[in-house]
């Protein structure tokens, strides 16, 4: 599979991966305020952003296609941070490749299983024709009945992009719809990840629960769990300096 990703600084290697519906993008703020000390590669896992699509789409593909990403750019080893649904990319990328993965960072994501609770997304999605739409802002019309929240209209709409004169989504959109039940999966290697690892997780998000404190020692014995303040699962977003901050200190 082939991955698009961005490159930036200099430094010790530091690659981030994205939530659902996201992409590389996202995280470009917070990249450049850590290109003094680091380089940065901000990739699109599959499905995703300007990456490849595929029919098939789980954690173990897109854990090989990292491992093979880092074989191309010769990468034998750095460090890991994964968001959301790129947090359980990275979970399952140490757990599988612990040699790899340096220091391990989870953004507000946990081991456990996950209720999905993108259907008003995926219906708001599906509910644009893009084969119709004229402009972004029908696109965004034709969101509001499923998605009435602004901001996230404005996120998912980074990914429609105009294709050959026409409108089309990045996403995978047919393929996430169908297998969107993959992205809430637990955890279920026999490894465990010896390197230090940081959970950091939103103070008012409920992905990172005390119960959740037991699977996290089981896989990832030299842990440390900290909550961003005043914010939710859009953690990098909503209080970015937080988390650079926070990066910064756990890495050196």
Same mark, same amino acid.
């Given at each position: 599979? @082939?991955?698009?990703?961005?490159?930036?600084?200099?430094?010790?290697?530091?690659?981030? $991966?994205?939530?659902?519906?996201?992409?590389?993008?996202?995280? %470009?703020?917070?990249?450049?305020? $850590?290109?003094?000390?680091? +380089?940065?590669?901000? #990739?699109? @896992?599959?499905?995703?952003?300007?990456?490849?699509?595929?029919?098939?789409?789980?954690?173990?593909?897109?854990?090989?296609?990292?491992?093979?990403?880092? +074989?191309?750019?010769?990468?034998?080893?750095?460090?890991?941070?994964?968001?959301? %649904?790129?947090? &359980?990319?990275?979970?399952?990328?140490?757990?599988?490749?612990?040699?790899?993965?340096?220091?391990?960072?989870?953004?507000?994501?946990?081991?456990?299983? !996950?209720?999905?609770?993108?259907? +008003?997304?995926?219906?708001?999605?599906?509910?644009?024709?893009?084969? &119709?739409?004229? +402009?972004?802002?029908?696109?965004?019309?034709? %969101?509001?009945?499923?998605?009435?929240? =602004?901001?996230?209209? @404005?996120?998912?709409?980074?990914?429609?992009?105009?294709?050959?004169?026409?409108? =089309?989504? &990045?996403?995978?959109?047919?393929?996430?719809?169908?297998?969107?039940?993959?992205?809430?999966?637990?955890?279920?290697?026999?490894?465990?990840?010896?390197?230090?690892?940081?959970?950091?997780?939103?103070?008012?998000? /409920? !992905?990172?629960? /005390?119960?959740?404190?037991?699977?996290?020692?089981?896989?990832?014995?030299?842990?440390?769990?900290?909550?961003?303040?005043? =914010?939710?699962?859009?953690?990098?977003?909503?209080?970015? @300096?937080?988390? #650079?901050?926070?990066?910064?200190?756990?890495?050196?």
């Amino acid at each position: 599979m @082939q991955l698009n990703f961005r490159k930036s600084g200099e430094g010790p290697p530091l690659i981030i $991966l994205h939530g659902l519906f996201g992409s590389a993008d996202n995280w %470009m703020s917070i990249a450049k305020s $850590l290109e003094k000390e680091f +380089t940065l590669f901000l #990739v699109d @896992q599959r499905n995703h952003g300007d990456s490849g699509h595929a029919e098939e789409w789980d954690y173990q593909v897109m854990v090989e296609d990292l491992k093979e990403w880092m +074989t191309e750019q010769g990468l034998e080893k750095a460090h890991l941070m994964g968001h959301s %649904m790129g947090g &359980k990319t990275a979970m399952n990328f140490a757990l599988s490749y612990p040699e790899k993965v340096d220091r391990l960072i989870i953004a507000d994501m946990a081991p456990r299983e !996950y209720p999905i609770h993108h259907q +008003t997304i995926l219906e708001g999605l599906n509910a644009v024709d893009l084969e &119709k739409i004229k +402009t972004r802002n029908e696109a965004e019309e034709a %969101m509001k009945a499923h998605i009435p929240e =602004a901001g996230i209209r @404005q996120f998912l709409l980074k990914s429609l992009t105009r294709n050959n004169g026409s409108f =089309a989504w &990045k996403i995978n959109l047919p393929v996430i719809t169908e297998k969107i039940e993959n992205v809430g999966e637990a955890i279920t290697s026999k490894n465990t990840f010896e390197g230090v690892t940081l959970f950091m997780g939103g103070a008012n998000s /409920d !992905y990172i629960q /005390d119960k959740d404190r037991e699977d996290i020692d089981k896989y990832f014995p030299e842990n440390h769990v900290i909550h961003i303040k005043n =914010a939710g699962h859009w953690l990098h977003a909503e209080q970015p @300096q937080a988390v #650079v901050d926070t990066i910064k200190a756990f890495l050196k």
